[in-house]
T-cell receptor, first 113, second 117 residues
Framework: AQSVSQHNHHVILSEAASLELGCNYS??????LFWYVQYPGQHLQLLLK??????LVKGIKGFEAEFIKSKFSFNLRKPSVQWSDTAEYFC???????????FGKGTMLLVSP | GAVVSQHPSWVICKSGTSVKIECRSL??????MFWYRQFPKQSLMLMAT?????????EQGVEKDKFLINHASLTLSTLTVTSAHPEDSSFYIC?????????????FGPGTRLTVT
């Protein structure tokens, strides 16, 4: 079965700092990749997704992620974080177009003003 | 975007009682819905896939007799936690794909926090 690893459980940054959250998955076949965000007290929202094509995908709120197939990675990046980016971020993988998603354990990002 | 609601948002019940949680797709029809469980500081774990008009598909290790799922209509799935115990206390989240051609693009409900005393 596939698994998803997120390397950092907690990240603390100051505003305007750059962000990179790691995500690795363990599956050698075709995958669809997602990053979700969960703001305090709110439901999961899709940040961005990769299905095929350009491995650099751009999402909402200035986030982007790069799919590196050789490294089984899909890291999330943002050049300059804001206080409002404080949230929990989840990486998720879908295998072969089936409906189920496998989630990583999440990374809690705290941005100090 | 698509909206998925859950009711109640939080519930406290006594050990041994049953609790029903509803998941509704508000602006689309969903033949499939998913139920997840999220423990504090941990990831979402898929519990089961709810299928409209047929039996739910449970993930390994999830007791189907304890977590009863009913998908009575194209916009409603319910999860009933039967004979709840304190270890069932958790955050339960449902999701649904809006596009049948992209079942992995799921929209999530706000979650239901269950506390069993």
């Amino acid at each position: 079965a596939q698994s998803v690893s997120q390397h950092n459980h907690h990240v603390i940054l100051s505003e305007a700092a750059s962000l990179e959250l790691g995500c690795n998955y363990s599956y050698g076949g075709t995958v669809n990749l997602f990053w979700y965000v969960q703001y305090p007290g709110q439901h999961l929202q899709l940040l961005l997704k990769y299905f095929s094509g350009d491995p650099l995908v751009k999402g909402i709120k200035g986030f982007e992620a790069e799919f590196i197939k050789s490294k089984f990675s899909f890291n999330l990046r943002k050049p300059s974080v804001q206080w409002s980016d404080t949230a929990e971020y989840f990486c998720a993988v879908n295998v072969g177009g089936y409906s189920t998603l496998t989630f990583g354990k999440g990374t809690m990002l705290l941005v100090s003003p | 975007g698509a909206v998925v609601s859950q009711h109640p948002s939080w519930v406290i019940c006594k050990s041994g009682t049953s609790v029903k949680i509803e998941c509704r797709s508000l602006d689309f029809q969903a033949t499939t819905m998913f139920w997840y469980r999220q423990f504090p500081k941990q990831s979402l774990m898929l519990m089961a896939t709810s299928n409209e008009g047929s039996k739910a598909t449970y993930e390994q290790g999830v007791e189907k007799d304890k977590f009863l799922i009913n998908h009575a209509s194209l916009t409603l799935s319910t999860l009933t936690v039967t004979s709840a115990h304190p270890e069932d206390s958790s955050f339960y989240i449902c999701s649904a794909p809006r596009d049948r051609g992209a079942p992995y693009e799921q929209y999530f409900g706000p979650g239901t926090r269950l506390t069993v005393t």
